[in-house]
């Protein structure tokens, strides 16, 4: 099991730096492809009235912006409470703009990869511990079959008593 956990973490070093440098590749093609934008809210975000105070979630609203010479519509995500004629920054495709999500920062690159070598290795040292743990139940059942028979051939069968 220890063997196990010390192998996998040059493995689990390895996954993550080559996850590290191609989630820094998207990074980048994201970032080149999506500009910013400053759109105009149509109306009032849709909101969720539980009735337990203003609180500031994540909604949508129809917005509109200029691309060129056309103006665009899409439904964005804003906070809860903004009101419509609210100006908000929206991520659209540099080559059409049409509205898309905000590319992947770096640090949410980085964070990603780093956190999947160290979920790698955990679940390589969870199974470790769990074969080991079921090698051990099996053996532990063997050898108490055995220790019945020997009991058993020892004493003579219970049987004849």
């Known amino acids: 099991m220890i063997a196990v956990m010390a192998i996998m973490i040059p493995v689990a070093v390895w996954v993550s730096a080559t996850m590290w440098s191609s989630q820094l590749e998207l ?45 665009r519509h899409a439904l964005v995500q804003v906070d809860s409470l903004a009101t419509a004629g609210s100006e908000v920054q929206v991520w659209v495709e540099a080559s059409t703009g049409e509205y898309t999500q905000p590319p992947l920062t770096t640090s949410a690159a980085k964070f990603t990869a780093v956190l999947f070598g160290v979920w790698l290795w955990t679940f390589s040292a969870a199974a470790a511990a769990g074969l080991f743990a079921l090698t051990h139940w099996r053996l532990e059942v063997r050898r108490s079959r055995e220790w019945s028979r020997d009991i058993e051939a020892f004493l003579g069968s219970t049987s004849s008593h």
């Not at 975000?45 to 979630?57: P, Y």
């Open 27 to 71: 990074s980048e093609k994201q970032n080149a492809e999506r500009v910013s934008v400053t759109a105009v809210l149509d109306a009032d975000a849709l909101s969720d009235s539980s009735g337990w105070g203003e609180t500031v979630k994540i909604s949508s609203a129809p917005a509109t912006w200029g691309w060129g010479d056309e103006t």
